[in-house]
């Protein structure tokens, strides 16, 4: 018989058929139903076999609880007993069989299944949460890593770039007839200083300086003074962030003759042709 609607019948038979908790008996007659197309119940099988094959996978198989197995075995040996022959009345006609109550095995059995995929569920939600937390913990500690790596990538080529200049200086300072002119702050700039490390034999300027890092969209520039006061530009020379510089300027022959001093001055970025703020780091040559 198809049923017009869904009732708590219809619901506990699919739950149970859905969860394999059907006797064999009870399973056929129910599948019997579902071939005559009763659509009630075809949906009600439907929507519970995909939840429970979803929970089946969600969850990380487990040991059921002891009491669930008991209670399964106990159904088992009662279904698999032979049934008792019905007692004959006084004229030799078997007496009715009396109705059973539902058993409590069938009462309890779904609440025992809810409780025991509940119990997974709780326990799944919990390992995945632990290994969310993990995750997030091991990527935090990646990102510090990255940063380290990054630092120390930085750390490595600043270290490279002082042995280059030192290499540098060292070469100046051994070659024959090299000379050194120390520039000292000025007005502008007391706390800043600076070098120049002249190669006579290459004609080059090696120069550095420790100067205040310079405003945005300004530039340090570099002359030659000579000894008419003319003041010829050397070139920009760039600082890093915290107004350290390394350059080496190529000494035009003309003006290696005449030049009597050395000068900084903050510019507009670019360089100018002429001085346009004052002097801050000044050196005469000796």
């Known amino acids: ?37 009763c659509p009630v119940c075809q949906a009600e099988i439907s929507q519970y076999e995909s939840v429970t094959g979803e929970l089946g996978l969600a969850a990380p198989a487990v040991p059921p609880p002891a009491y669930l197995r008991e209670l399964l075995v106990a159904r088992l040996e009662r279904e698999a007993a032979p049934p008792a022959t019905a007692p004959a009345g006084a ?7 009396p109705v059973r109550a539902p058993s409590s095995v069938r009462l309890y059995l779904p609440w025992a299944v809810a409780a025991c995929f ?10 995945i949460r632990q290994i969310g937390q993990e995750i997030a913990r091991q990527q935090e500690r990646l ?25 540098q200086v060292r070469s100046v300072l051994t070659s024959p007839g090299s000379r050194v002119v120390l520039l000292a702050g000025q007005g502008s700039a007391p706390s800043a200083s600076g070098a120049v490390l002249w190669d006579t034999h290459r004609n080059r300027w090696l120069v550095t300086a420790s100067l205040p890092p310079p405003p945005v969209g300004k530039a340090y520039q570099l002359w030659f003074i000579t000894t008419a006061q003319a003041k010829i530009s050397a070139g ?23 030049v009597a001093a050395a000068a900084i001055t903050l510019e507009p970025e670019g360089g100018s042709e002429q001085p346009t703020m004052p002097i801050y780091v000044l050196g005469r040559v000796g």
């Open 91 to 97: 004229s030799g006609t078997p007496l009715p069989t």
């Open 143 to 167: 990102v510090a890593l990255q940063s380290e790596g990054e630092q120390l990538k930085t750390t490595l080529t600043q270290e490279r770039m002082r042995v280059q200049q030192l290499d």
């Open 118 to 127: 509940a119990a997974l569920f709780a326990f799944s939600y919990r390992s």
């Open 1 to 37: 018989m198809n049923h017009n609607q869904t009732t708590e019948e219809t619901q506990e038979r699919a739950t149970l058929y859905a969860l394999g908790a059907l006797s064999q008996h009870e399973a056929r007659a129910f599948e019997v139903h579902l071939r005559e197309g």
């Open 236 to 258: 920009v020379i760039r600082t890093d962030v915290t107004g350290q510089s390394f350059t080496i300027i190529d000494v035009p022959s003309d003006v290696s003759k005449q």
